[in-house]
């Protein structure tokens, strides 16, 4: 035999006949791969500005009349407990939160100067922003079927 076919045959250890190596690996029908990408927007300035109210009309009215269901519904958004809200002090750390989250420009002493002096304003901007940044784009980049 020659050298290529040494690899795939082991000697005996008689050291008279050559013996073949068991199968590590079967033949399989083949191998599905999927690759999936999710973007999401991160970065800049907030989507829309403090006094851009009227872009959500349903915001705007839940934040004019009863800005504590509009809290209830941010902290549900957020992926906290609904009882957050209920908590002193805790809409500035969503708003830090979410400026974290998706890295937002602004600073700790904006957020507190927004939250306290436009409490409102700042619920119905946090909710946009929540919503615009949370639609996720999933493509299926490709998929291949590999046969051994």
Known sequence: MDGSDEKDIEENPTGSEKMELPVVTQPGLGVTTTTVTTITQTGGDWSTGLFGVCSDTSTCLMGAFVPCCLDL???HQYGECMCLPLLPGSTFAMRVGIRERFKIRGSVCEDWTTVYCCYPLAL?????????RLK???????????SS
């Open 73 to 75: 519904s941010l902290a």
């Open 124 to 132: 119905c901007q946090m909710i946009r922003e929540m919503k615009k």
């Open 136 to 146: 996720t784009q999933i493509y299926t980049v490709s998929t291949a079927l590999e």
